[in-house]
């Protein structure tokens, strides 16, 4: 999902680099503060094991192999603003290290995998472990944000490349959202299984680095939702608003809805009572949201496949 | 796997290219990106004149061309994957000419530069310009461990693959998420003791 250099024209990239610069400096400014000196070291450390873990292939089906990306579970693992920090170190070094993602791009990059991946995912995390208290909400709650923040990174890296005119906003939604909802579901997955073994290893490490006080954790996501939400109604809003009139476009030049075009030339506000098209639109909302719940339903059977209820805070007696 | 990532850095070798500062390589690079980003599509002018200093740069630093080939064709595929979406689009089948132009063209700047200049006179550079010094240290100390983990994860995975003699799938996932928390354990006790190393010799 690393948007390479030419694909986002200037004012996204300067738009994502002004986004990606206020996550970031905030992030650095919470870590500062809220890490203790002893930990600093493990920022590092923690950008080189998500590299180092992107090595281990998974086997899928057939030959093909898929590996960790990581935001989620180190967001879980360090908490979100240390997680900024881990994914914005590691975009960095694969930009100017492996040439893998643009340097104008890197703002697009960090916005997308940062602060929408990794900070909204852990805001995610974060709702199913209230919900669902324990091992097993914690386990669900990685597996579910895991999944949510691949597809919702590529979503706006879709809507960033839709903006900058490079590809359609239809056919880029479609293709990174259909794309990503599955490569989410391997993402969920190995980190929940990561997450679980770290938590079976060392019960310890598997909370929060930082570990502030439960309220302060929420007030430290204020300032992510606020960038991300500015974000989304940069890059995605303007698209998905006007999607029916695309749609209606689209039916204009295949010829095969005159009538209703002639309709809406006469009355424009009837555009949006075309049934054909509001059930399109409506039909692509019901699709995501049964999606979202079938991954969050797979979520909770994973978790509690994995975690028997006797065994928490217990010693690990599976083989 | 292991080779793959690290043929992706040729080794360093000397060439009137490396010896210039990098301050100075780092600036054409950045000023060849922005002008071709914000080029307009009809500046075929521009994309010539950089294609042509870039393929100059590339002899005079002399690294092989052929490392230079893999490398651009092992970042194509999503560039590849984009021209085709647009090539099913009949409004847009011009444009992705250009953005396979353009990204060529930066993505060949950055791998000259990445190879002519050591990392760390990267970070040089990036702390001269006032980025935090939290980042700074973040960023040395994974560059510096990247490949000390990446081996170690190697190492692990033959470990494993050749204790573990099962080929069901679950299994497998199960073994492999525990080689890889593992690995994030043996990361964090190795932050503790280079935490300790960096108090030893006066970091404050």
Same mark, same amino acid.
């Given at each position: 999902?690393?948007?390479?250099?030419?694909?986002?024209?200037?004012?996204?990239?300067?738009?994502?680099?002004?986004?990606?610069?206020?996550?970031?400096?905030?992030?650095?400014?919470?870590?500062?503060?809220?890490?203790?000196?002893?930990?600093?070291?493990?920022?590092?450390?923690?950008?080189?094991?998500?590299?180092?873990?992107?090595?281990?292939?998974?086997?899928?089906?057939?030959?093909?192999?898929?590996?960790?990306?990581?935001?989620?579970?180190?967001?879980?693992?360090?908490?979100?603003?240390?997680?900024?920090?881990?994914?914005?170190?590691?975009?960095?070094?694969?930009?100017?290290?492996?040439?893998?993602?643009?340097?104008?791009?890197?703002?697009?990059?960090?916005?997308?995998?940062?602060?929408?991946?990794?900070?909204?995912?852990?805001?995610?995390?974060?709702?199913?472990?209230?919900?669902?208290?324990?091992?097993?909400?914690?386990?669900?709650?990685?597996?579910?944000?895991?999944?949510?923040?691949?597809?919702?990174?590529?979503?706006?890296?879709?809507?960033?490349?839709?903006?900058?005119?490079?590809?359609?906003?239809?056919?880029?939604?479609?293709?990174?959202?259909?794309?990503?909802?599955?490569?989410?579901?391997?993402?969920?997955?190995?980190?929940?299984?990561?997450?679980?073994?770290?938590?079976?290893?060392?019960?310890?490490?598997?909370?929060?680095?930082?570990?502030?006080?439960?309220?302060?954790?929420?007030?430290?996501?204020?300032?992510?939702?606020?960038?991300?939400?500015?974000?989304?109604?940069?890059?995605?809003?303007?698209?998905?608003?006007?999607?029916?009139?695309?749609?209606?476009?689209?039916?204009?030049?295949?010829?095969?809805?005159?009538?209703?075009?002639?309709?809406?030339?006469?009355?424009?506000?009837?555009?949006?009572?075309?049934?054909?098209?509001?059930?399109?639109?409506?039909?692509?909302?019901?699709?995501?949201?049964?999606?979202?719940?079938?991954?969050?339903?797979?979520?909770?059977?994973?978790?509690?496949?994995?975690?028997?209820?006797?065994?928490?805070?217990?010693?690990?007696?599976?083989? | 796997?292991?080779?793959?990532?690290?043929?992706?850095?040729?080794?360093?070798?000397?060439?009137?290219?490396?010896?210039?500062?990098?301050?100075?390589?780092?600036?054409?690079?950045?000023?060849?990106?922005?002008?071709?980003?914000?080029?307009?599509?009809?500046?075929?002018?521009?994309?010539?004149?950089?294609?042509?200093?870039?393929?100059?740069?590339?002899?005079?630093?002399?690294?092989?061309?052929?490392?230079?080939?893999?490398?651009?064709?092992?970042?194509?595929?999503?560039?590849?994957?984009?021209?085709?979406?647009?090539?099913?689009?009949?409004?847009?089948?011009?444009?992705?000419?250009?953005?396979?132009?353009?990204?060529?063209?930066?993505?060949?700047?950055?791998?000259?530069?990445?190879?002519?200049?050591?990392?760390?006179?990267?970070?040089?550079?990036?702390?001269?310009?006032?980025?935090?010094?939290?980042?700074? $240290?973040?960023?040395?100390?994974?560059?510096?461990?990247?490949?000390?983990?990446?081996?170690?994860?190697?190492?692990?995975?033959?470990?494993?693959?050749?204790?573990?003699?099962?080929?069901?799938?679950?299994?497998?996932?199960?073994?492999?998420? $525990?080689?890889?928390?593992?690995?994030?354990?043996?990361?964090?006790?190795?932050?503790?003791?280079?935490?300790?190393?960096?108090?030893?010799?006066?970091?404050?």
């Amino acid at each position: 999902m690393h948007i390479p250099d030419g694909f986002i024209d200037g004012k996204t990239a300067g738009v994502t680099a002004l986004l990606a610069v206020a996550g970031a400096g905030l992030a650095l400014r919470q870590t500062r503060r809220r890490l203790a000196p002893r930990r600093v070291p493990l920022l590092g450390l923690a950008a080189a094991f998500l590299f180092a873990a992107q090595m281990v292939n998974f086997p899928v089906a057939g030959g093909t192999s898929g590996h960790l990306v990581g935001g989620v579970l180190v967001a879980a693992l360090l908490g979100p603003s240390a997680a900024i920090v881990v994914l914005t170190t590691v975009l960095i070094v694969q930009c100017f290290l492996f040439a893998d993602g643009g340097v104008l791009a890197l703002g697009a990059n960090v916005f997308n995998m940062a602060i929408i991946g990794a900070a909204g995912g852990y805001a995610i995390y974060r709702l199913v472990c209230r919900w669902l208290p324990g091992t097993r909400g914690q386990v669900a709650g990685v597996a579910f944000a895991g999944w949510c923040s691949t597809v919702l990174a590529s979503i706006c890296c879709a809507g960033e490349l839709a903006w900058s005119g490079t590809v359609a906003w239809p056919a880029g939604f479609t293709a990174m959202a259909g794309v990503h909802m599955v490569i989410g579901i391997g993402e969920g997955l190995i980190s929940a299984l990561v997450f679980l073994a770290i938590r079976r290893m060392r019960p310890d490490l598997a909370g929060e680095i930082s570990r502030p006080a439960p309220p302060r954790q929420w007030s430290e996501l204020v300032g992510y939702g606020l960038l991300a939400a500015l974000g989304i109604a940069i890059f995605i809003a303007p698209f998905a608003c006007p999607w029916p009139d695309g749609l209606e476009s689209v039916a204009a030049r295949l010829g095969f809805d005159q009538k209703a075009v002639h309709q809406i030339v006469r009355t424009p506000a009837s555009g949006y009572q075309v049934p054909g098209v509001r059930w399109a639109a409506g039909a692509t909302a019901v699709a995501g949201a049964a999606g979202t719940l079938v991954v969050f339903g797979l979520a909770l059977l994973l978790a509690r496949s994995l975690v028997r209820e006797p065994e928490e805070d217990s010693h690990p007696s599976r083989p | 796997m292991i080779d793959d990532w690290v043929g992706h850095l040729h080794s360093r070798r000397d060439s009137p290219v490396s010896r210039l500062p990098a301050v100075f390589k780092l600036g054409v690079g950045l000023i060849i990106i922005v002008g071709t980003v914000l080029a307009p599509p009809r500046a075929v002018g521009w994309y010539v004149g950089a294609a042509m200093f870039l393929l100059i740069t590339a002899v005079l630093s002399r690294i092989p061309p052929l490392f230079l080939l893999r490398r651009l064709a092992w970042l194509s595929p999503l560039i590849l994957g984009v021209a085709l979406v647009n090539a099913l689009q009949p409004a847009a089948r011009g444009s992705w000419m250009t953005v396979a132009a353009k990204s060529t063209i930066c993505l060949l700047t950055i791998i000259l530069v990445s190879n002519t200049t050591p990392f760390s006179r990267i970070l040089r550079v990036l702390k001269a310009v006032r980025v935090p010094g939290l980042l700074i $240290t973040t960023l040395a100390l994974m560059h510096r461990y990247l490949f000390v983990l990446v081996e170690e994860a190697e190492r692990m995975r033959r470990a494993r693959a050749s204790r573990t003699f099962t080929h069901q799938r679950g299994a497998r996932w199960q073994t492999l998420s $525990t080689v890889v928390g593992q690995l994030f354990l043996r990361a964090s006790e190795r932050a503790e003791r280079i935490y300790d190393a960096m108090c030893a010799r006066g970091w404050k």
